[in-house]
């Protein structure tokens, strides 16, 4: 598919005046890392992600028809019910970006009310599950406007323009393990809107668990914008893109087989790439903490010790996922509470696992 396949092609064949609709949509976390991009959010290198289970957003967009068409957009914005305006101005560029595929934005003033499953300030970031359902929301519409619209067309649609609003957002549509980019071994794969994975997919992955320790609750010192744009001229862009294609050949085996040592050593690896990456830009900066440093070394002396599949992975910030099967949770959470809690930030951490995918929590009623 190309980008003019999300544009509409007809006038659509119904109108409505006004309405709302619910979507709550996870947050996912990367397993091969996309870090780096073009024009448009097309990423230098493919990602595959979990999608989230706990970790959400839910937002009602509620729309009114404008008496007078305006050419401007009309919206407010509110979390946890407060009126939020410094969130303005990401949306208005997000409705930018999308106008051309959504050409009824204008027509409408929307109320977009949303909240998170987890704090404000816990240093996850709620652009990707918040973009993602924004984007469901809005594909609502566009389905009540033209009811033909099949199922595959509306996640292809709703991952596409999430994409427009944060890249690793287009990976938050579905789960359980979530595609994105283009990589020759992988069959329908897209720069534009992530797909589910493919291929088989070993029991051992099933229910995998993602403990999120929160190391550092403040706002990041850098930007992923910033991050993604300092690859741009970086000494080892060109090695980075091609690492990340031959981590997803060799991640294709290990679903096949299960093979959690191999597993742990791609995803490891990824995360400290994506940082060596922060490091080596110009201007560098770094994102661990000295406590992000004390929990990889627990874990890596913990694995030695016990044998267990416990692993690490970062996104762009000081805390830290912890990823370990299923049957290993007993084990593995004594170990986090005695030993990882104490460098947690007031000893704050979420018990996530790998979640299926947005879900709409309320079909369309008019108001
Ligand atoms: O979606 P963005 O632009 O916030 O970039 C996210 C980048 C990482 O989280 C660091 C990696 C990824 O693939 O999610």
């Given at each position: 598919m190309v980008e003019q396949d999300f544009i509409p092609k007809y006038n659509y064949k119904l109108t409505i005046e006004s309405g709302k609709f619910t979507w709550q949509s996870p947050s996912n976390i990367a397993l091969v890392k996309y870090w780096g991009k073009k024009e448009h959010q097309i990423p230098k290198n493919p990602s595959i992600s979990f999608t989230l289970n706990t970790c959400k957003t839910t937002t009602t967009l509620k729309f009114e028809k404008k008496e007078v068409p305006t050419e401007l957009f009309s919206f407010d914005v509110f979390l946890d019910g407060k009126k939020q305006d410094d969130f303005k101005p990401k949306i208005e560029t997000f409705f930018k970006q999308i106008e051309s595929y959504l050409p009824f934005l204008k027509e409408y003033h929307f109320v977009i009310e949303t909240s998170n499953s987890f704090p404000h300030s816990s240093g996850i970031a709620s652009s990707a599950s918040g973009m993602s359902a924004l984007a469901l929301c809005l594909m609502s519409i566009e389905k009540k406007l033209n009811p033909d619209i099949t199922q595959e067309y509306f996640n292809k649609k709703a991952s596409f323009l999430s994409r427009l609003g944060s890249g690793s957002a287009c990976r938050s549509i579905e789960g359980d393990l979530i595609f994105w980019g283009i990589h020759k071994e992988i069959g329908g794969s897209s720069n534009l809107f992530g797909i589910k994975y493919p291929y088989q997919v070993h029991n051992n992955f099933k229910n995998y668990q993602d403990t999120i320790l929160l190391v550092d609750k403040g706002e990041?010192?850098?930007?992923s914008t910033v991050g993604h744009n300092l690859m741009h001229n970086h000494p080892f862009a060109q090695q980075r893109f091609e690492q990340a294609n031959n981590n997803i050949s060799k991640l294709i085996e290990v679903f096949k087989t299960g093979n959690l040592k191999s597993f742990i050593e791609i995803v490891e690896s990824e995360a400290l790439t994506l940082h060596a990456m922060m490091m080596t830009s110009l201007p560098y900066f770094m994102l661990m903490k000295p406590n992000t440093l004390k929990i990889i070394n627990a874990i890596w002396s913990f694995r030695n010790q016990t044998g267990l599949h416990i692993c690490f992975t970062l996104d762009a910030g000081a805390n830290v996922h912890v990823l370990y099967p299923e049957n290993e949770i007993k084990q593995v959470l004594k170990f986090i509470q005695n030993e990882l809690v104490a460098h947690c930030q007031n000893g704050h951490y979420i018990c996530d696992r790998i979640g299926f995918g947005a879900k709409n929590l309320q079909l369309n009623t008019e108001y």
């Open positions: 990041k010192q850098v930007s």
